[in-house]
């Protein structure tokens, strides 16, 4: 696993063969770089990775989408609030995104699209049909190695596929104003973790991820053009026995540029059981059996803090 000098993980998965005797190794990578950073940037072939032309339809869709009226914007609405448009932060004030739920279903995905154009818009629904599908597989991928490095996939990989749900969280900042400061006018997000079982990120070449290591301090990620970052979120950490790390991590703005950046985040639905497997002497039983999205609504009453993950004060045990 390659590391920049600025200390983020980067991890290539090109040309990756399950009956390569490499398998099992670059599992390993990706489930370690989980563990000590709680993210990674992935590098992966054609075979895997958004096409420059895709790359281009899908940033140049979302442009359309962010162009439209707020009152069409607010017609994106649900009670849970990740399900929704939201904008006008005060606390982000450069902060605009959708939610998009379970996009690689055809007709969730149109459902979403009539509602934002009742006229119809076919090439937004099939560019990101397109999208979502190659992200998808990417996470699943992930999650597959993740589970062979910890010797849990026979039992275990099936099921968790099963319980996955999607929700796509296509987002815009907006460029600071030249006269920002770093945590005043140019906060795209403000500091949390992730509510979701994982997140996979992919941007527009424009920078503003920020995330914070296990010693405290704060590192600005350098994404490569058509990469990837894959973030675990606190269900993660739960699932893995707290081996794996939600890191919390927030977005500021650099450039004089617009960044857009598209989430798949996943969540599981029903219970979910930490691994026996993850449970050992070293590593005692840390969390009890627990609902993702109740996870979820749990951060979302207000009796947990934003900047501090949700896992232990949801299901830990003390």
Request: hydrophobic letters at 35%; a negative charge; proline letters at 5%.
């Amino acid at each position: 696993m390659a590391q920049t000098p600025s200390k983020f993980p980067i991890i290539d998965l090109t040309k990756l063969e399950k009956n390569n005797i490499s398998w099992l190794p670059l599992c390993n990578n990706v489930r370690q770089a989980l563990e000590e950073h709680g993210y990674f940037i992935a590098i992966c072939d054609d075979n895997n990775k958004v096409s420059s032309k895709l790359e281009k339809d899908i940033f140049d869709v979302m442009g359309d989408l962010f162009n439209l009226p707020i009152e069409t914007k607010e017609k994106n609405s649900s009670d849970f609030y990740f399900y929704r448009w939201v904008g006008q932060l005060e606390s982000a004030p450069l902060h605009e995104s959708f939610g998009i739920v379970h996009p690689t279903d055809a007709e969730a995905l149109k459902n979403f699209t009539n509602l934002m154009w009742p006229q119809s818009n076919d090439t937004f629904r099939e560019t990101v049909t397109s999208y979502v599908k190659v992200a998808a597989e990417l996470e699943k991928l992930v999650d597959r190695m993740v589970f062979e490095s910890y010797g849990v996939a026979e039992r275990h990989y099936e099921s968790h596929v099963a319980a996955t749900t999607y929700l796509l969280r296509p987002t815009k900042y907006s460029a600071p104003p030249l006269a920002a400061e770093d945590g005043t006018g140019n906060v795209g997000a403000n500091i949390h973790t992730d509510k979701s079982f994982s997140t996979l990120l992919f941007q527009n070449q424009v920078n503003g991820l920020q995330v914070e290591t296990k010693s405290g301090e704060w590192i600005a990620v350098d994404v490569p053009p058509s990469a990837f970052v894959f973030m675990a979120g606190d269900a993660y950490q739960a699932w893995s026995n707290g081996r794996i790390c939600a890191p919390r991590h927030q977005v500021l703005l650099k450039e004089d540029k617009q960044r857009y950046t598209l989430a798949l985040f996943t969540f599981n639905k029903g219970i979910t059981d930490i691994p026996e497997e993850l449970v050992d002497e070293t590593h005692p039983l840390q969390y009890k059996p627990f609902d993702n999205f109740g996870l979820a609504w749990y951060y979302l009453s207000g009796a947990n803090s934003m900047i501090h993950g949700t896992a232990k004060a949801y299901c830990g045990i003390s």
